[in-house]
Each structure stands twice: as C-alpha cells, then as structure tokens.
C-alpha cells in the first residue's frame, strides 16, 4: 500500500498551509498577491491531489481484480450520485460487490453530500490549476459599520449600500448625514470595519478558507478510506 506516501504528502501539506498563512498575511498588508502564495497553493493543491490518487490506486488494486492496468482512473470526485455510480463502476470495477464498506466511504464523501461542497471546489481549483496559470486571487474588502450601545445592543450595517439622511437616530443617537456616521456621544461605541480576504476568481470564496478546509478534509478522507481499506 502507498499509505506511507500518502501520510508523508498530507504531513507535508500541513507545513505548506503554515507558511502559506503567513505569506497570505504579507500579502493582505502589501495589497499585493505575493507569486510566491500562487506557487505555493499551486503546489499544496498538487500534494493534496496527489494524495487522493495514491488512494485510488490502493483500492483499485486490493478490490478490483478485473480492471485493466492500462486504464486511466483518478479518486473519485463527482457532481451527483448518477455520476458517481457511473464512473466508480468504470473506474474501479466490482468494488461494490467485493466491498460495499469502501464504495459506501466514497459516496459518503461526494461533494453533493452535506458538508463535502469544499471537496467538488477543491477539485475545480486543483483541475483548472493543471493547466499553467493558478486561477486569480481577487482581493475584496468588506466595509460594515457597528455601533454597539451602553445597554448592550448593537446594530450594524453596510456603507455602500445604506445612504442616511436627516432625522435619522440610532441607538436615540443622531446620524450626521455629511458623514454619514453617528454624532460622538458617551453612550455609544462606533467602529468602522473592513474585512479583507482573497478569494478565487470564478469560484468566488476565500482562498485561505478553500485550501485549510482542504487539507483538514482530505487527512479525515484518507483516514476513513485506509481505516477500512
């Protein structure tokens, strides 16, 4: 079995997403994708991959006696249970009947299942990703402002998208419309927030947040699978 490799491959995509981290706060600072972030996210995606695949490989061979070596065959990632059935049947031949305990651990784990979305935007991003370019990190910035009250209230709201006028209170604190922002007063504290994150283009969600649930997820999949393998 190629379990050593593969606990090796996660072990070592642990340690990326730590400098990665640290990379992506740089850059965050900078407002500037460092190319070194790319790379290494290109690069975790790879091991990450990679060691789906060495998974593959050991149930192909232990349950399905029949499949042709020559074959092209990958870890399963599918759209929906149609799909699943289809491909698995063709790629790993009399799994189901040899073992329905590992069939069963890899339909559990599909992205159309609740809680596995990460996995099918994992293998988009790692797909899109063979082909040269890392798909772009767009960087967004969220702007809220939050006022918080002496009674433990609070309210907040989006700047761009709410436009005050006079009379207007909150908290019985009036808002200045060239400011658009409460009058100072003792009772309240107002903050002004923005949110900043990366996020891929085209997938629209944070990049950080892909990639850490990824490796988390992919270490609890290959767990499951060589657990009854």
């Given amino acids: 079995m190629r379990k050593g490799n593969v606990e090796a491959l996660i072990k070592n995509a642990e340690e990326e997403l730590v400098a990665i981290r640290a990379e992506y706060d740089r850059s965050l ?5 460092d190319v070194n972030l790319r790379i290494d996210i290109k690069k975790l995606c790879e091991s990450l991959r990679s060691s789906l695949d060495y998974v593959a490989h050991d149930i192909r061979e232990k349950h399905c006696p029949s499949a042709k070596p020559n074959d092209r065959f990958y ?8 799909s699943f059935k289809k491909k698995v049947a063709t790629w790993f031949p009399g799994l189901q009947a040899n073992d329905p ?10 992205p159309y299942q609740t809680g596995f979305d ?6 988009r991003l790692n797909n899109e990703n063979k082909h040269g370019d890392l798909v772009e990190q767009t960087r967004t910035e969220t702007h809220r402002v939050n006022v918080t009250m002496q009674d433990g209230g609070s309210v907040s709201w989006d700047p761009a998208g709410v436009k005050f006028g006079a009379g207007v209170f909150v908290g019985g604190v009036p808002v200045d419309p060239s400011t658009q922002m409460p009058v100072p007063h003792p009772s309240q504290t107002v903050e002004k927030m923005i949110w900043v994150d990366f996020r891929f283009k085209g997938i629209d ?17 290959v767990t499951q699978i060589y657990s009854i393998l």
């Fill in 29 to 33: 600072r900078q407002r500037e994708i």
């Fill in 118 to 123: 990460w996995l099918g935007l994992f293998n």
């Fill in 101 to 110: 305990r590992v069939w069963n651990a890899l339909e559990s784990i599909q």
């Fill in 75 to 82: 870890f399963p990632i599918l759209p929906d249970a149609a």
């Fill in 205 to 221: 969600v944070s990049a950080i947040d892909l990639i850490s649930r990824s490796v988390s997820g992919v270490k609890t999949i």
